[in-house]
């Protein structure tokens, strides 16, 4: 089956403006994870949706930052008013439920903001 | 805040050596992973170990866990220059809050294998 899958896999944007980022779990997984990956650095938790249970937002840095998702399925993650340190790798990630304890990663999408 | 922390940072050995690579962490845990990141793409799960057990192999991957040192190590044997990736530790902590879904990483020890 396919694996997680992350669009755009790189993106440049200028300074200020918006981007979106998409994001689309295995089929059937009810967990998905939002994490970011700065430059030489470990995994940052953003984000986690559950189901229909509300999200666990308390790792966004800032209120640019908002992540939505359609029921299980796909989730976009928006940063608003971008800045240069927003640059880094965005990964998502999708697991059975949040209690398995396998994470399964996308691809990621490389963000640059000049 | 950073849970677990890898050492090294960097680590360059021969083609058919063994690479050792350690990761420290600081509260309990339900169980510790190692996953494996290639050209800082997407990551890829190599192996978990619970917290009640000390040693797991999978291949040529050999993993150990002291909690009463709170550290974990990855050991590859005979490595291969396909080995060449950053690896990182992470952590899963018991059910605080509701929040045990949680994955906690370190920065990861770039590990380059020379042919």
């Known amino acids: 089956g396919a694996g997680v899958s992350q669009s755009p896999s790189n993106k440049v944007t200028e300074k200020g403006k918006d981007v979106e980022l998409r994001c689309d779990p295995i089929?059937?997984?009810?967990?998905l994870y939002w994490y970011r990956q700065r430059l030489g650095q470990g995994l940052e938790f953003l984000i986690y949706?559950?189901?229909?249970?509300?999200?666990?937002k308390s790792g966004l840095p800032s209120d640019r930052f908002s992540a939505e998702r359609t029921g299980e399925s796909v989730s976009t993650l928006t940063i608003q008013r971008t800045q240069q340190e927003d640059s880094a790798v965005y990964l998502c990630?999708?697991?059975?439920?949040?209690?398995?304890?396998?994470?399964?990663f996308g691809p990621g999408t490389r963000l640059t903001v000049t | 805040s950073q849970q677990g922390e890898e050492d090294p940072q960097a680590l360059s050995i021969q083609e058919g050596e063994n690479a050792t690579m350690n990761c420290s962490y600081k509260?309990?845990?339900?169980?510790l992973q190692w996953y494996r990141q290639n050209s800082g793409r997407g990551l890829v799960h190599l192996i978990l170990?619970?917290?009640?057990?000390r040693e797991k192999h999978s291949g040529r991957l050999r993993v150990t866990l002291d909690t009463s040192k709170k550290s974990s190590s990855l050991l590859i044997t005979a490595s291969r220059a396909a080995d060449t990736a950053s690896y990182f530790c992470?952590?899963?902590?018991?059910?605080?809050?509701?929040?045990?879904?949680?994955?906690?990483f370190g920065k990861g020890t770039l590990l380059t294998v020379n042919p």
């Open positions: 990630a999708s697991s059975w439920n949040g209690q398995g304890p396998l994470q399964y």
């Open positions: 089929s059937g997984h009810t967990a």
């Open positions: 949706f559950q189901g229909n249970s509300a999200p666990d």
């Open positions: 509260t309990s845990i339900n169980n």
């Open positions: 170990i619970r917290s009640n057990e």
């Open positions: 992470a952590t899963r902590s018991p059910n605080s809050g509701g929040s045990n879904y949680k994955l906690t």
